[in-house]
């Protein structure tokens, strides 16, 4: 049976271990001083080379060559350990090996003799899955260990083990390999293998790979096992469901000259063609962050590892595109990635993102500071029409309430009512809240206030505030950044409660859509 291409080319030396020479070294140095310690713990994200740094250092240490040429993979004891039949080293995947009866059962044998090396090795993958009771168990022989024994642990999240542990360790860091570094090592894969690679084709291998080697080496085994003698940057985007970065870059393109409709005839076109909308979204999100860089630093050597082509068209959009529009895009964006997992329209959360990236950043949970109410030039009043109402005063508690606990109320709107209604209601930018009324202000936002002010929504969304609030209210829908209660609320409430056949009233209902909850 074939064997996977990352368990035929896992590191089998120092020298091959790629991305961790802060750990290499100071491990060398150790064997060379005989300063090894008892214990290690290898900490990193995964497929970054902890268990097969582990499995180095097994050998380095029972090797029988001379002490600069370990481990020389060639003696009886690095043979065995390459094949898996070396008994004194004993690898207990801690998952599947988590109670306190098996770590008992290990500190029972640790006292035995190692039968083939000089030493007895267990490494522990994933120890933070032991049980508190376990780690309990493990401490005193992680603390004295019989002279032959040595501990390495290794982990992908370090916070989740007891400090009581970790102080018995010499801790080891092991950080994501960069994408010059992994293409670099596909290379010498792809050509060892009898295969030619496109340095483009490599270097998105590495960039999806997020800085785990293994990663990008089950993604290249697998463009291998496509047939063809090359492997082109097609087929690595097919496989990925990415699109090309041409797509991309025209897509920030309208976002940073605020083209909304050439930016939703793209997501179309990826619709119409099958794309990964969610690929399509990383994708994004990486170029943005490109052009966030270069707009904080000038710096274009920070960007080594992608294509120049695109690093040149992300200078020319950080002239295009101010930095608050870059942040808040690569927020919205960033959002729109979970959003689309559980959308019922698949390009909707995609379409949103854009438009609210091109509107601007909301600013819910900024302080409602209540203006004047503005001037309208009117005809005098005749003696039969009532004096106008007076702004009705702020609820401070309840506009506190409400912008407190606004993402709250916006994910129950999106439980009972959609993504669509939420994502509109987080383009508020202000709040007003009467006795009688709620005032929500949308800025320049059209296409979200409209939304909101759609019969059939407004009087879901007025029935959810007067539930939240434990009270009757007026919804109104506004444009500006500052939400101002219409004299309408202050009207009606002098009238009683029966806001029926008056004129302000329908004022309010038609013209501002307001909507009456009894």
């Known amino acids: 049976m074939t064997q996977a291409l990352y368990r035929r080319w896992r590191s089998q030396d120092f020298d091959e271990l790629v991305g961790q020479d802060h750990v290499t070294q100071t491990l060398r140095n150790a064997l ?26 097994a050998k380095a240490l029972n090797c029988s060559a001379p002490q600069d040429q370990r481990p020389c993979n060639e003696c009886p004891t690095c043979i065995a350990i390459n094949e898996g039949r070396m008994i004194d080293l004993i690898e207990i995947d801690a998952a599947s090996n988590n109670s306190v009866d098996d770590v008992r059962e290990l500190r029972d044998k640790v006292g035995f003799r190692p039968s083939e090396g000089r030493y007895k090795i267990y490494i522990i993958d994933e120890v933070h899955m032991l049980s508190q009771q376990a780690f309990n168990a493990l401490l005193k022989t992680l603390e004295e260990p019989p002279p032959h024994a040595r501990f390495i642990l290794a982990t992908t999240e370090p916070h989740r083990i007891p400090a009581t542990v ?18 670099g090592h ?6 060892a293998e009898g295969f030619g690679a496109e340095e483009e084709a490599l270097l998105a291998i590495a960039r999806s790979a997020q800085g785990c080697m293994r990663d990008a080496i089950s993604l290249l085994d697998q463009m291998l096992s496509f047939g063809a003698e090359t492997v082109t940057l097609a087929q690595v985007q097919a496989a990925l469901g990415a699109v090309s970065s041409q797509t991309v870059g025209a897509f920030v393109d309208a ?13 179309r076109q990826l619709v119409l063609d099958g794309s990964s909308l ?20 000038q710096d274009a050597v920070l960007l080594n590892d992608l294509p120049g082509d695109t690093v040149r068209q992300m200078q020319t959009q950080t002239q295009r595109m101010n930095l608050a529009t870059t942040l808040f895009a690569v ?6 990635i979970a959003q689309l997992k559980g959308s019922g329209q698949p390009q909707l959360p995609l379409e949103l993102a854009l438009i609210e990236a091109l509107q601007g950043e909301p600013v819910t949970a900024a302080p409602v500071v209540v ?11 005749s003696k039969q029409e009532a004096p106008a109402a007076k702004p009705p005063p702020l609820d401070q508690a309840a506009v506190q309430k409400l912008q407190s606990q606004w993402k709250r109320f916006t994910t129950q709107v999106r439980e009972q009512h959609g993504m669509q209604v939420q994502a509109a209601l987080n383009s508020v930018r202000d709040i007003a809240v009467s006795e009688d009324g709620v005032a929500l202000a949308f800025g320049n936002n059209a296409f979200s206030r ?22 009757p209210v007026l919804l109104e829908c506004q444009m500006g950044d500052q939400a101002q209660l219409s004299r309408v609320v202050a009207a009606r409430a002098d009238q009683g409660d029966d806001p029926a056949g008056d004129p302000l009233v329908d004022y309010a209902v038609n013209t501002l859509g307001a909507h009456i909850v009894e």
């Open 371 to 381: 203006a004047a109410a503005p001037q309208v030039a009117a005809a005098t009043p």
């Open 331 to 336: 927020k919205r964006f960033g959002e729109a």
């Open 186 to 191: 596909l290379q010498h894969i792809a050509a």
């Open 450 to 471: 409209d939304i909101i002010a759609r019969p059939d929504i407004h009087g879901k969304v007025a029935t959810m505030l007067a539930d939240f609030l434990g009270r």
């Open 278 to 297: 969610t690929e399509f979204t990383n994708q994004v999100v990486e170029h943005l962050r490109g052009v966030m860089v270069l707009q904080m630093t």
């Open 166 to 183: 970790l102080s018995r360790c010499q801790r080891f860091d092991f950080r994501r390999i960069p994408a010059r570094e992994i293409a």
């Open 255 to 267: 976002l940073a000259t605020r083209d909304a409709p050439a930016g939703l005839k793209l997501i």
């Open 32 to 57: 060379r001083d005989d300063r090894v310690a008892h214990a290690y713990l290898f900490a990193g994200p995964r497929g970054t080379g902890k268990t097969s740094t582990a499995r180095i250092l």
